[in-house]
């Protein structure tokens, strides 16, 4: 009788234990911080720092992000700032870097009202930006799947270049 309390008491206990498990946290992954490595105007011209060192991070396999602005001439306290990861990049002639974006939709705020809206515009937006200032773009309109694709063409703003730190 001794040895099926002994057993029972056992198995009572590893059930215990099981259900009761150390409680461990797990950390999160820290949020890299991003530091600026090159910018250059809307021709290619570089307005801040190194184009080879931004070509020896994505050699070397590093993330890239890319960000650019735009505001108003007669109101520069009106605008928008983006800033997105490039998902495919591409060193063409050992001199320049080209940004593919994730696709995204276009967007349209209305800055002038006390609360700041965003409005989503039904187009899918695909965007290869690169350091000679230029953007390749195909757009998707939603709901009709009709497509359009633009060439080459000056992007019209400045573009920073970010890798992390």
């Known amino acids: 009788m001794n040895h099926l309390k002994t057993s029972t008491a056992i198995f009572v206990c590893t059930i215990l234990m099981a259900c009761v498990q150390p409680h461990t946290t797990t950390k999160a992954t820290p949020t890299p911080q991003w530091k600026l490595v ?10 801040f720092g190194d184009k080879e060192a931004l070509l020896e991070l994505v050699r070397n396999g590093s993330p890239i992000r890319v960000g650019w602005s735009s505001f ?40 002038t009202s006390d609360t700041i809206t965003f409005t989503l515009i039904p187009t899918k937006l695909s965007w290869i930006l690169g350091t000679n200032g230029t953007r390749q773009s195909m757009n998707i309109k ?24």
């Open 72 to 111: 108003r001439k007669n109101d520069p306290t009106k605008g928008v700032e983006h800033t997105i990861d490039a998902d495919f990049l591409t060193i063409a002639n050992k001199t320049e870097v080209f940004a593919q974006l994730k696709p995204f939709y276009g967007q349209r705020p209305d800055l």
């Open 38 to 47: 090159y910018k250059n105007d809307t021709y290619g011209k570089p307005l």
């Open 142 to 165: 939603q709901g009709d799947s009709i497509v359009t694709s633009q060439e080459s063409e000056p992007f019209g703003y400045d573009i920073s270049w970010y890798a992390p730190q």
